[in-house]
Nanobody
């Protein structure tokens, strides 16, 4: 089975860039029809989709976050990364990486990481 593991700093200062890495095992991030997403859940709120990178390397982002978001991948390490710039305390959340098969815009998620808490604070 595909397994995903988030990693990165748990504390980020306002105005800095939040950087997280998702390490994938049990499958390749370049395998046809797979997509790889970042999703977050702020305290007391629902899940918020951040963006996706598909097997071909193409990306798409939430309109509300697009200007601050970049998702990339390192195929040699079987990893994909999230960079969210100019963070504020409103970006405090549990961040998840997740994966599915098919069309990302209509499909769900079959595999989830355990999530990692990121706090934005001085």
């Amino acid at each position: 089975q595909v397994q995903l593991q988030e990693s990165g700093p748990g504390l980020v200062k306002p105005s800095q860039t939040l950087s997280l890495t998702c390490t994938v095992s049990g499958g390749s991030i370049t395998t046809n029809d797979y997509y790889w997403s970042w999703i977050r859940q702020p305290p007391g709120k629902g899940l918020e989709w951040i963006g996706v990178i598909v097997y071909s390397g193409n990306t798409a982002y939430s309109p509300s976050l697009k200007s601050r978001t970049s998702i990339s991948r390192d195929s040699s390490k079987n990893q994909f990364t999230l960079q969210l710039s100019s963070v504020t305390p409103e970006d405090t959340a549990v961040y998840y990486c997740a994966s599915g098969v098919g069309t990302w815009y209509s499909g769900g998620y079959d595999y989830w990481g355990q999530g990692t808490q990121v706090t934005v604070s001085s």
